[in-house]
């Protein structure tokens, strides 16, 4: 198994709602990635863990909130967002941070806050 | 900091002409270097890569070779199809502890 996979792949939530992004990956990466992409412009970095431990939050606001079970699922979990936190959910993963193997990303979730 | 650089698009060409799109980047130390591709409506894929200095990553017809002297990994193809018309990201990963650096990215529309 050499992906990535995220449900859901579109999600509309209003903003007093509570949702989870998912991804899943068996490749056994001990790294994995949370990324936003806003239309027409590159992935924003918002989270990394290594080794299932938090290693890099990009000062990203308390309304999203990672969590990494196990080394192979993480979560993204959404509560009370704005309409402009509507945007394409990309995760990935590597084998290290770092990794100069390269990183896999899954398709995203496509996120409508109403 | 480390940064990434590509040309401003769209890059607008027709069936078969010559593609290049310059990418080039700010890092210390020996970063490894990624070429993404993404279709519309779709996530990221892994286009090349190249991990040290003259390395020449190559897939599905596209070519970018490390030039560390320039600091440049360009992407190359000799023959654009209408199936490669996407958005084109050019990425870093500095060290370890880090995670991917894009460039803004460059988009390509090729018409028949």
């Known amino acids: 198994d050499t992906e990535v996979t995220q449900t859901p792949k579109h999600l509309v939530m209003g903003m007093t709602n509570k949702k989870s992004l998912k991804c899943e990956q068996h490749?056994?990466?001990?790294?994995m990635y949370w990324y936003k992409q806003k239309a027409k412009k590159p992935p924003e970095l918002m989270f990394v863990y290594s080794y299932e431990k938090l290693s890099i939050n990009e000062s990203v606001p308390s309304r999203f909130s990672p969590e990494c079970p196990n080394s192979s699922l993480l979560n993204l979990h959404l509560h009370a967002l704005q309409p402009e936190d509507s945007a394409l959910y990309l995760c990935a993963s590597s084998q290290e941070t770092g990794q100069v193997g390269g990183y896999t990303f899954g398709s995203g979730t496509r996120l409508t806050v109403v | 900091g480390d940064s990434v650089t590509q040309m401003e698009g769209p890059v607008t060409l027709s069936e078969e002409a010559f593609l290049t799109i310059n990418c080039t980047y700010t890092a210390t130390g020996y970063p490894s270097l990624f070429w993404y591709v993404q279709y519309p409506g779709e996530g990221l894929q892994l286009l090349l890569k190249?991990?040290?200095?003259?390395d020449k990553g190559s897939n599905k017809g596209f070519e970018a070779t490390y030039r560390k002297e320039t600091t440049s990994f360009h992407l190359e193809k000799g023959s654009v199809q209408v199936s490669d018309s996407a958005v084109y990201f050019c990425a870093l990963s500095a060290r370890a502890g880090t995670a991917l650096i894009f460039g803004k990215g460059t988009t390509l529309s090729v018409s028949s």
């Open positions: 190249a991990t040290k200095a003259d």
């Open positions: 490749m056994g990466h001990r790294a």
